[in-house]
């Protein structure tokens, strides 16, 4: 082994699921939405002038927190912007956990967390979900470094009850607790409520579901000033021009449409219900589900198999080979067509 081999930071990256481009494919397999972002972020991108790429992004993003503080009622000091959530949640990583004590986050959870914490060389225990998948709040009241807790969590597609958040962030003072609410949308009351009350409380979300945006990458961290001040100073000593002109531009066109969001949020929930009574009726059970996918298993025929014989038709959904969560699928909410052509494949393959 060489010398410098030795220094490299060695890292097992995070491993998206597949982006097949086929034609006539039903993409059910990464909780993207399945409609198109809103009208006015064709208009932008129809409209650009290329000429203003010669220039520099705005480095404070100042259009895209303005409009994402007055949609959450927020100042504009309260509001971190980023090249998706996962840039945020990196971000945040490595802000707020430098301590020597481990962070916690649940054993079943977005498998990203684990992955940013040995980037970051941050220590970490996965306290377990109870047998029904859920959080058990009094693991997290343990002495520890940090907490990240995904509500509603993925994959299991459930949200816990706001008051269980708040009571571990209330048991958390001397720690960041960070709010991962990619699926907020779908579920019930966020966790932004809470932080004119809480010091330690980030919330993160993301354009990339409930907003239909998830190929042009943003996402954002809302907290106290305090909070939102030491991320942006790590930002700025890493790369000042984190979003590109084009993205702020679209972004603050998606947070304008209040109606197209509230509208395609309902149309993903109608979808959601018809597709779970389908699948109930070929022999699915599932997780109650608060976001844009269903966490299903099937009474008889192994999920790896289901998941195989769908890949093989073009339909892609998507399968963990991990303990506890082998004999489920994530299946994305898609539009009505694609979910009749999941159910119809089903019909004639099952038993
Ligand atoms: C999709 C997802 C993200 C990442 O979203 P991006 O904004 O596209 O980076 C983060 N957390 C969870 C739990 C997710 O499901």
């Known amino acids: 082994m060489k010398l410098w081999e030795k220094n490299i930071r060695r890292v097992v ?184 009350r809480y010091d330690n409380l980030l919330v993160v979300q993301t354009f990339s579901k409930s907003r239909s945006m998830a190929g042009m990458r943003i996402g954002y961290a809302m907290g106290q000033p305090q909070l939102i001040k030491a991320l942006n100073d790590v930002k700025y000593s890493f790369n000042s021009y984190t979003m590109n002109l084009t993205a702020i531009e679209c972004g603050v066109e998606a947070v304008k449409d209040t109606e197209y969001f509230k509208q395609g949020i309902q149309k993903i929930i109608a979808t959601r219900e018809k597709s779970e009574e389908k699948l109930k009726a070929l022999g699915f059970s599932f997780l109650k589900s608060g976001t844009n996918f269903i966490f299903a298993t099937h009474c008889k025929v192994p999920a790896k198999a289901i998941f195989e014989a769908l890949r093989s038709n073009n339909i892609y959904v998507r399968y963990f080979n991990l303990p506890r969560i082998d004999k489920y699928l994530r299946i994305t909410i898609g539009t009505e067509e694609e979910m009749n052509r999941l159910i119809k494949f089903l019909q004639t393959f099952l038993p």
């Open 13 to 196: 990256p995070y491993v998206p699921g597949e982006q097949p481009n086929n034609p006539n494919m039903v993409k059910l397999n990464t909780n993207e939405n399945p409609y198109p972002p809103a009208p006015g972020v064709e208009k932008v991108l129809k409209g650009m002038d290329t000429k203003r790429l010669r220039l520099y992004p705005d480095p404070t993003i100042k259009l895209l927190v303005e409009s994402l503080a007055q949609f959450y009622h927020l100042g504009n000091d309260q509001v971190f912007v980023g090249v998706g959530s996962d840039d945020v949640l990196a971000m945040a990583f490595m802000t707020f956990y430098n301590s020597e004590k481990k962070i916690l986050f649940p054993d079943v959870t977005y498998s990203f967390y684990p992955v940013w914490s040995k980037l970051f060389q941050i220590p970490y225990d996965t306290p377990a979900l109870d047998k029904d998948f859920r959080i058990v709040k009094e693991d997290y009241y343990k002495d520890n470094g940090g907490v990240v807790i995904a509500n509603p969590n993925a994959p299991t597609s459930i949200y816990e009850d706001l008051s269980v958040i708040e009571d571990i962030i209330m048991n958390n003072p001397d720690v960041i607790v960070i709010i991962d609410e990619a699926y907020i949308d779908f579920a019930g009351r966020s966790a932004v409520e809470l932080i004119s």
